[in-house]
């Protein structure tokens, strides 16, 4: 990039917020040297808390030590793969950090996935070790001799209870579904004995930050599910980078540990982050308004990382006039767009001030906030990049030529969060990554100030007539519809035109309204070839586990209804 170009010019940095660097002095640290170092600073500081049942650094690193020793006995050295299936549990959290202090590679995988899901990640990770929970054990079990898994290690909601839960959990556990019995097997470990009678002994083993310390699988929102290498580097510079971000929080902070820890936006921004930082972590396995707010209510956290569909739930929660949230101090909000109402509602509701981002599983995931504190926040754009961080918005018609500022086209970013490629996927690899920029495949603008706004994903867009339809700016007319609590735009077949868009309603509770009071709303709003072909009304639309919508299956939905 040469000096005239508004993206070598770096314009953002003019917006940092006072005390972030714009470029970071990283400390030569591994993930497990951080808990080391937290463990040694705050030994009797609550690490994690789980429903009240608390856990300390000095403890936790002990946990940490064990499993570790165990994963080595179990014949785990570096370079294996060591699969997670668990919600956001106290052995989720000492498990990853033990694979890690091992040179081993974690494979955090979503619980709620079907056994075809698993099967693949298993398989394409090479996974020699599972851990699970009892509720999923049987199912591992069955499904252990179709992959390269040899021990099944599981625990149990009841495994970290604080007095009384822990008496009453083996009575009414397994009524209420949350606690089962685990049949006869071969290799298949319950997690506290195992812990127990294994000394925390793990072999010193040399951790380069070249090494992969992960394979995070993309979310398949669009196609196979892909496994996406992240390094030691990548995941301790972007700790560093994001402590930088928010340089007014120190030691004393509690985070909220609700985002889930098996997706690399909860990995980050809240299970990292607070071990790193020796903050207190509050772990909400199931993340619906209630267990938020009675998390928040009994734990007073102060730092929040979401996404838009738990403000919004909280928000809309009968409760919400009852719990004081006045604790949060800090927001942080990715995945998808945060409506205007909901930031004002819910900063009025705390005091705190929310700040909107930007990543993907392939850069960590942060690589662009908007400024916290003092800094100048844009509703609508996803921020600036964060420090060591570098973008241009590059032309759709030859993937090369710099856009000048204002116009839209595909985001590149290039930073120390950036992956190593896909996991046995040179060609992926090679389509994606070009002289160490990320084609994030998403398509965005730049502004003066040098704050970004993502426009479409460049696989969502829809040409119809001739004409390029990005579904957002569709979207974004009916959010201000003032009965509409969500809607998403895709496009269909249409025999004249190619393609029309399509537009699906989630109405607010109480709510009624007819397919022609929507597109009279469209029309002094959208350009004609813009208006929907269709509108239909859902009680909800799917989504993926960290709240993005899942165009794919309404897509593949209406493809079956015209099959």
Same mark, same amino acid.
């Given at each position: 990039?040469?000096?005239?170009?508004? *993206?070598?010019?770096?314009?953002?940095?003019?917006? *940092?917020?006072?005390?972030?660097?714009?470029?970071?002095?990283?400390?030569?640290?591994?993930?497990?040297?951080?808990?080391? #170092?937290?463990?040694?600073?705050?030994?009797?500081?609550?690490?994690?808390?789980?429903?009240?049942?608390?856990?300390?650094?000095?403890?936790?690193?002990?946990?940490?030590?064990?499993?570790?020793?165990?994963?080595?006995?179990?014949?785990?050295?570096?370079?294996?793969?060591?699969?997670?299936?668990?919600?956001?549990?106290?052995?989720?959290?000492?498990?990853? $950090?033990?694979?890690?202090?091992?040179?081993?590679?974690?494979?955090?995988?979503?619980?709620?996935?079907?056994? #075809?899901?698993?099967?693949?990640?298993?398989?394409?990770?090479?996974?020699?070790?599972?851990?699970?929970?009892?509720?999923?054990?049987? #199912?591992?079990?069955?499904?252990?001799?179709?992959?390269?898994?040899?021990?099944?290690? *599981?625990?149990?909601?009841?495994?970290?209870?604080?007095?009384?839960?822990?008496?009453?959990?083996?009575? @009414?556990?397994?009524?209420?579904?949350?606690?089962?019995?685990?049949?006869?097997?071969?290799?298949?470990?319950?997690?506290?004995?195992?812990?127990?009678?294994?000394?925390?002994?793990?072999?010193?083993?040399?951790?380069?930050?070249?090494?992969?310390?992960?394979?995070?699988?993309?979310?398949?929102?669009?196609?196979?599910?892909?496994?996406?290498?992240?390094?030691?580097?990548?995941?301790?510079?972007?700790?560093?980078?994001?402590?930088?971000?928010?340089?007014?929080?120190?030691?004393?902070?509690?985070?909220?540990?609700?985002?889930?820890?098996?997706?690399?936006?909860?990995?980050?921004?809240?299970?990292?982050?607070?071990?790193?930082?020796?903050?207190?972590?509050?772990?909400?396995?199931?993340?619906?308004?209630?267990?938020?707010?009675?998390?928040?209510?009994?734990?007073?956290?102060?730092?929040?990382?979401?996404?838009?569909?738990? $403000?919004?739930?909280?928000?809309?929660?009968?409760?919400?006039?009852?719990?004081?949230?006045?604790?949060?101090?800090?927001?942080?909000?990715?995945?998808?767009?945060?409506?205007?109402?909901?930031?004002?509602?819910?900063?009025?509701?705390?005091?705190?001030?929310?700040?909107? =981002?930007?990543?993907?599983?392939?850069?960590?995931?942060?690589?662009?906030?908007?400024?916290?504190?003092?800094?100048?926040?844009?509703?609508?754009?996803?921020?600036?990049?964060?420090?060591?961080?570098?973008?241009?918005?590059?032309?759709?018609?030859?993937?090369?030529?710099?856009?000048?500022?204002?116009?839209?086209?595909?985001?590149?970013?290039?930073?120390?969060?950036?992956?190593?490629?896909?996991?046995?996927?040179?060609?992926?690899?090679?389509?994606?990554?070009?002289?160490?920029?990320?084609?994030?495949?998403?398509?965005?603008?730049?502004?003066?100030?040098?704050?970004?706004?993502?426009?479409?994903?460049?696989?969502?867009?829809?040409?119809?007539?001739?004409?390029?339809?990005?579904?957002?700016?569709?979207?974004?007319?009916?959010?201000?519809?003032?009965?509409?609590?969500?809607?998403?735009?895709?496009?269909?077949?249409?025999?004249?035109?190619?393609?029309?868009?399509?537009?699906? @309603?989630?109405?607010?509770?109480?709510?009624?309204?007819?397919?022609?009071?929507?597109?009279? *709303?469209?029309?002094?709003?959208?350009?004609?070839?813009?208006?929907?072909?269709?509108?239909?009304?859902?009680?909800?639309?799917?989504?993926?586990?960290? =709240?993005?919508?899942?165009?794919?299956?309404?897509?593949?939905?209406?493809?079956?209804?015209?099959?």
């Amino acid at each position: 990039m040469s000096e005239t170009n508004p *993206y070598a010019q770096k314009p953002w940095l003019a917006h *940092y917020a006072p005390g972030v660097p714009e470029t970071v002095d990283y400390e030569d640290a591994a993930l497990p040297d951080f808990l080391v #170092r937290s463990a040694r600073q705050f030994p009797d500081k609550m690490a994690l808390n789980f429903q009240g049942c608390t856990v300390t650094f000095r403890q936790l690193s002990d946990m940490v030590d064990r499993f570790a020793t165990c994963l080595t006995e179990f014949g785990v050295g570096k370079g294996d793969s060591v699969a997670l299936l668990l919600p956001n549990v106290i052995p989720c959290v000492a498990a990853y $950090y033990a694979t890690l202090k091992i040179g081993a590679i974690a494979v955090m995988n979503n619980p709620l996935y079907a056994d #075809r899901e698993l099967d693949h990640q298993f398989n394409d990770s090479g996974a020699r070790v599972l851990v699970t929970l009892d509720l999923l054990a049987n #199912r591992m079990i069955d499904l252990r001799p179709k992959t390269q898994i040899k021990q099944i290690v *599981y625990t149990s909601i009841g495994d970290y209870l604080p007095f009384p839960k822990n008496l009453l959990f083996p009575l @009414v556990g397994k009524k209420k579904g949350l606690a089962a019995s685990v049949k006869a097997a071969d290799a298949v470990y319950k997690w506290k004995p195992l812990l127990a009678g294994t000394q925390p002994n793990p072999p010193a083993v040399e951790i380069a930050f070249t090494d992969v310390a992960m394979y995070q699988y993309t979310g398949g929102t669009t196609g196979v599910s892909k496994g996406v290498m992240l390094t030691h580097g990548n995941m301790s510079k972007q700790v560093q980078h994001v402590a930088a971000w928010f340089p007014d929080f120190g030691s004393e902070e509690v985070m909220l540990g609700a985002l889930p820890f098996f997706h690399v936006f909860g990995l980050s921004t809240s299970m990292n982050l607070a071990i790193a930082k020796g903050w207190g972590n509050i772990l909400v396995p199931k993340p619906q308004p209630p267990q938020l707010l009675e998390a928040i209510s009994k734990f007073k956290p102060t730092f929040a990382p979401l996404v838009p569909t738990m $403000y919004i739930g909280m928000l809309q929660h009968p409760d919400i006039e009852t719990v004081d949230l006045t604790s949060i101090k800090g927001c942080f909000s990715g995945s998808a767009p945060l409506p205007l109402e909901v930031i004002e509602e819910f900063e009025r509701r705390t005091g705190a001030a929310i700040v909107e =981002g930007y990543g993907l599983t392939e850069s960590s995931p942060v690589t662009h906030v908007n400024p916290f504190a003092e800094g100048k926040r844009k509703v609508g754009s996803i921020g600036v990049p964060i420090s060591d961080t570098l973008c241009r918005i590059v032309s759709l018609e030859d993937g090369e030529t710099d856009l000048p500022v204002g116009e839209s086209g595909e985001l590149f970013i290039k930073g120390p969060q950036i992956m190593a490629g896909y996991w046995q996927k040179p060609d992926a690899t090679a389509e994606t990554l070009t002289d160490g920029w990320l084609h994030t495949g998403d398509i965005a603008k730049m502004d003066e100030d040098g704050y970004f706004y993502i426009v479409d994903r460049k696989k969502d867009m829809i040409i119809t007539s001739g004409y390029n339809v990005y579904p957002r700016d569709v979207e974004e007319v009916f959010f201000q519809h003032p009965k509409v609590m969500e809607a998403t735009a895709i496009g269909i077949p249409h025999p004249k035109r190619g393609e029309s868009v399509k537009v699906f @309603v989630v109405l607010k509770p109480g709510e009624t309204a007819t397919v022609e009071e929507m597109l009279a *709303y469209c029309e002094d709003k959208l350009a004609k070839y813009k208006w929907p072909a269709e509108i239909e009304f859902r009680d909800e639309l799917p989504k993926s586990n960290v =709240g993005k919508i899942l165009k794919k299956d309404l897509r593949a939905e209406e493809q079956q209804k015209r099959e």
